[in-house]
């Protein structure tokens, strides 16, 4: 999964490229900065490898969910539904908007069961946001087909899974917008970075005007002559940041193709265990393999397996007692601690997080145990591996 495991010459190059010049910011200094826009240059790529008319490259993926939202007009009292199978920032973005995350089922996907939006959806939801976790998709065209017939925004959390498609379809293209994370441990990384793409022109103008304090860019080399069309805030990504992805977001293909290889490796060595049945993906050719998620038949096998495999130098997480991941742990959502009164509490007749069971996700993510794939592994690794996880299912 992570591009930090591959840093190399080409890290180092575009992040000289920037220091020689000594111009971190994206904007302007067209004098100075010897020709490098590393933010453009990053989004560009990054419309191209989502086959998007548009991208804008911001500070994290906490802050493209951000700005999303406000680009898609998501803001104060809207329902927005999420799987409560995600990471918080998720919920974070939208509770940031003013606007009320409501949590609902998954599948066998790990990710937003289409077939159970109707029951969430009331006359204030305004807005879809699956998370297409742990690099591989939910039911996409599904949920689409639900947030059409009902008039609703789709905006995919896509953090997780660059590179990943749907028959041939970029994640994160499916809706009116998608979002990126570029952060430390991710797919390909920033250091801390986010990306938000869309086919919206408007959408996007909004985006880029959003996460740099609403400056409309068309000011000219002055960037004090800029307009400020909306209200925005600073979600900008530095120079710096934006160079190492850049060189990362170049190696996707390598990153794609290692992933998948040493993940099949695994899946195909685990195929015949009676134990084992793997996630639904419903598209594997799309798959960006970052993971390898499988169900044990009850919780106790999967409790036990996931020891098993820990004493055996190969552990996996077991999301359903994660602090970050899953909802259940979510302690500081469900006690609305908060450092100071937030704006959702004032819209009045927030959905009682604390009593929050979702239990088709429970008895899915009781049972799950997801193998992060890692890119330097070599062959004699992956090899280790299988032998270390057939020793654990004999246990
Ligand atoms: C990583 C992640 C984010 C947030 O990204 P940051 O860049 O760390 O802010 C949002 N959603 C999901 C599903 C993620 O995994």
């Given amino acids: 999964m992570p591009g930090f495991e591959i840093f190399g010459d080409e890290e180092r190059k575009e992040v000289t490229d920037v220091l020689e010049t000594g111009v971190l910011f994206r904007y302007g200094f067209e004098g100075a900065r010897n020709g490098h826009f590393k933010a453009l240059e990053f989004e560009k790529k990054l419309c191209k490898i989502t086959d998007s008319n548009y991208s804008h490259l911001c500070s994290s993926g906490t802050a493209a969910l951000c700005t999303a939202l406000a680009a898609c007009g998501i803001g104060a009292g809207d329902e927005v539904i999420i799987p409560g199978f995600t990471f918080v920032a998720t919920f974070e973005a939208i509770i940031n908007a003013g606007a009320i995350p409501v949590f609902s089922e998954i599948d066998e996907t790990l990710c937003l069961n289409p077939d159970r939006l109707e029951d969430v959806i009331t006359s204030k939801t305004r807005a879809v946001v699956p998370v297409h976790m742990c690099g591989s998709m939910a039911r996409i065209d599904e949920i689409k087909n639900v947030c059409d017939k009902k008039g609703l925004i789709l905006l995919e959390d896509a953090c997780q899974s660059i590179g990943a498609a749907y028959q041939g379809k970029a994640l994160g293209t499916f809706g009116l917008a ?67 992805g850049l060189a990362q977001l170049n190696k996707l293909d390598r990153i794609l193709d290692t992933q998948r290889k040493n993940k099949f490796a695994i899946k195909d060595a685990m195929a015949d265990l009676p134990d084992v049945s793997f996630r639904y993906i419903p598209d594997t050719k799309g798959d960006s393999a970052t993971f390898l998620s499988f169900f044990l ?87 280790n591996r299988i032998q270390a996880i057939m020793k654990s299912f004999k246990g």
């Avoid at 009045?348 to 239990?359: A, C, H, S």
């Fill in 178 to 244: 998608g979002c990126f994370s570029f952060d430390a441990v991710k797919t390909v990384t920033c250091g801390e970075g986010g990306g938000i793409i869309t086919n919206s022109k408007e959408v996007y103008q909004k985006a880029d005007q959003y996460a740099d304090h609403g400056h409309d860019h068309l000011g000219g080399p002055d960037r004090g002559a800029d307009d400020h069309p909306i209200i925005g805030t600073n979600y900008r990504i530095s120079e710096l940041n934006a160079a190492v």
């Fill in 297 to 383: 038949p009850t919780e106790d096998r999967a409790r036990q397996i996931a020891k098993n495999l820990a004493d055996n130098g190969v552990g996996c997480p077991y999301w359903y007692d994660n602090n970050w991941h899953y909802y259940k742990k979510w302690h500081h959502l469900k006690e609305m601690k908060r450092s100071a009164k937030l704006a959702f509490e004032l819209t009045g007749n927030l959905p009682d997080y604390k009593n929050l069971v979702l239990e088709e996700s429970d008895n899915i993510m009781k049972r799950t145990l997801s193998m992060q794939i890692m890119l330097s592994w070599t062959k004699e690794d992956v090899e």
